[in-house]
Nanobody
């Protein structure tokens, strides 16, 4: 069993920045694929960004490319999402996702590929 805990959400004005943190725990072998998804009211959960366990591959949704950056610290089983130039349409509940079967250089955009999810952290961007 893996526990996934997010933190760092909040309220910010358009053009501002937020940084999210996600930590996974519970296994001795922790080569996880980790990523972020988000869900706005009335919409489906969508891919934001993800990173392979070795950090060698990262992907972004077109809507956040150039504004958001994912990074990871494998010593802490933690990933970070730096969100800059935020827009009101970025308002959503942000979820951290963990996949425990991992291959070097591979990440996944499909939410069904992930085994564990955090509770979500709310990010609100005001105009």
């Amino acid at each position: 069993q893996v526990q996934v805990v997010e933190s760092g959400g909040g309220l910010v004005q358009a053009g501002g920045s937020l940084r999210l943190t996600c930590t996974a725990s519970g296994r001795t072998s922790s080569n996880y694929v980790m990523g972020w998804f988000r869900q706005a009211p009335g919409k489906e959960r969508e891919f934001v960004t993800a990173c392979s366990w070795d950090g060698g591959s990262r992907g972004y949704a077109d809507s956040v490319k150039g504004r958001f950056t994912i990074s990871r610290d494998n010593a802490k089983d933690t990933i970070y999402l730096q969100m800059n130039s935020l827009k009101p349409e970025d308002t959503a509940l942000y979820y951290c996702a963990v996949r425990t079967t991992a291959y070097r250089g591979v990440y996944y955009r499909d939410r069904n590929a992930y085994d564990y999810w955090g509770q979500g952290t709310q990010d609100t961007v005001s105009s």
